[in-house]
């Protein structure tokens, strides 16, 4: 992976969260969680390059985001979505993930990443704020998306690295 600057990357960042998604990757204190994130966006925010990631409140991820000064956020090739996938069903509390995917973390210094990945943001957190239902203008989306009430949490990051193969 090298390093290259943000404006010099030609891909469609919506298309690939959307349908290969991503491992949105936090320090645990003695290795590293990987959670699979398929919702978010990258774009300008407070004249910052950003990501933004949701995570729900139920999720392990949640507390080591809301610990953690920085993320990752690694786009694994097709041919990984096996992993990519596994990510999003089990839990980091009950499943060592990276050793059951064959992962190979890699170390910033500011947050873990795979060295398998074809794409990495290294993210700075400059905001994080509840979803609240009152605030949804469509109930219908509401009602679709939280019939638990378990509104995610949405996290910015500003991108303070591009890494890519």
Request: proline share 4%; with cysteine; aromatic share 10%.
């Amino acid at each position: 992976m090298k390093k290259i600057e943000l404006k010099d990357l030609n891909r469609n960042l919506p298309e690939l969260l959307e349908k290969r998604w991503a491992l949105l990757t936090v320090a645990d204190g003695e290795g590293c969680n990987p959670m699979t994130v398929s919702w978010g966006g990258v774009g300008r925010l407070w004249n910052l390059p950003v990501v933004t990631v949701y995570v729900r409140p139920q999720r392990y991820t949640k507390g080591l985001m809301d610990a953690g000064d920085y993320f990752s956020l690694t786009f694994l090739p097709e041919e990984r979505h096996d992993a990519v996938a596994f990510c999003g069903a089990k839990s980091g509390r009950d499943t060592d993930k990276v050793k059951e995917c064959g992962l190979t973390v890699l170390e910033d210094e500011k947050a873990p990443y795979f060295a398998e990945g074809e794409l990495t943001f290294i993210c700075r957190k400059v905001y994080e704020q509840d979803m609240a239902g009152e605030c949804f203008v469509d109930a219908a989306v509401d009602a679709k998306n939280y019939p638990g009430k378990d509104y995610h949490r949405m996290y910015v990051g500003e991108i303070v690295a591009v890494l890519e193969k």
